[in-house]
């Protein structure tokens, strides 16, 4: 299993203020982390795709900007990238003491600093022409799916 264990997800976490001091024993990570990666997306985890027909519908979704999609030891999913309406400049989440769960079960041990997405995928596809390569290597008469 990969770091991806959330399954309906938007990863998130006990976002830190700022950098902690030397010492302290605080993980000061999330403050050195500038582009807080994990407000900025979601995952969701969909159907395993096994016909033509399902590899279709994921190309349409895939051709959309900012929707991607993965396969790792828990499945397959939708990354979709979109910032949080509630991440503050700096990092700071909005919402902190009413965020929800997903975000507050969220750790940073092992998050998409360390390994990216596409690092840590067995299949990843940010383009139509990505998964259309694919689905033509899967599926011997792919051109032949509207007939
Ligand atoms: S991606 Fe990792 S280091 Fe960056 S804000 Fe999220 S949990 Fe913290
Ligand atoms: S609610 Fe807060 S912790 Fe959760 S994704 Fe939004 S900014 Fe991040």
């Keep these: 299993m990969t770091r991806k264990t959330v399954v309906t997800s938007v990863p998130v976490l006990d976002l830190m203020p700022s950098p902690q001091p030397a010492g302290s024993g605080v993980d000061n990570k999330c403050g050195r982390c500038t ?9 969701q985890q969909v159907p395993t795709p096994r ?3 399902d590899f279709d519908h994921l190309l349409w979704q895939v051709a959309h900007e900012g929707i991607n999609l993965f396969k790792d030891s828990d499945g397959w ?10 991440l503050q400049p700096g990092g700071f989440c909005g919402i902190y003491e009413k ?8 750790s940073n041990d092992f998050c ?15 383009t139509y022409a990505q998964l259309d390569a694919y689905c033509r290597a899967r599926f011997k008469q792919w051109d032949k799916r509207f007939d």
């Design 51 to 53: 016909s033509k027909s």
């Design 35 to 43: 582009r807080s990666i994990c407000c900025n997306s979601i995952n």
């Design 99 to 106: 965020r929800p769960e997903v975000c507050r079960d969220y």
């Design 77 to 86: 999913f939708l990354h979709i990238e979109s910032r949080c309406a509630h």
């Design 112 to 126: 998409e600093l360390d390994e990216s997405i596409p690092e840590g995928s067995e299949l990843f596809f940010s």
